[in-house]
């Protein structure tokens, strides 16, 4: 199983960028796919969630109508679409599969996490 997350990068306030999680070695469309988010000092979070089936999603209230998870099952690749940056939303991002939801324990296989900076 090997997931690959990308599109990290620097951004001022306001801006956005889109993470990828590109994933391999699995029956990709058969797994839920989360982001999840770690600070330095602070514990990892879940940010967002995408099922296997009918495409349902689930967002921290943080994120709620800034970002937008999606996958692309022919692509074997998940989304993150993430607008209106603020700096608390400065971390390395990761991207996991497992059985869904935003808790760690949720997810068996992680990437090797992508870093976002949030700064002017």
């Known amino acids: 199983v090997q997931l690959q997350a990308s599109g990290g990068g620097l951004v001022q306030p306001g801006g956005s960028l889109r993470l990828s999680c590109a994933a391999s070695g699995f029956a990709f469309d058969y797994y839920a796919i989360g982001w999840f988010r770690q600070a330095p000092g602070k514990g990892r979070e879940g940010v967002s969630c995408i099922s296997n089936t009918d495409g349902r999603t689930l967002y921290a209230e943080s994120v709620k109508g800034r970002f937008t998870i999606s996958r692309d099952n022919a692509k074997n690749t998940v989304y993150l679409q993430m607008n209106r940056l603020k700096p608390e939303d400065t971390a390395v991002y990761y991207c996991?599969?497992?059985?869904?939801?935003?808790?760690?324990?949720?997810?068996?296989?992680w990437g090797q996490g992508t870093q976002v900076t949030v700064s002017s």
């Open positions: 996991a599969t497992g059985i869904g939801g935003l808790r760690v324990g949720e997810y068996e296989y």
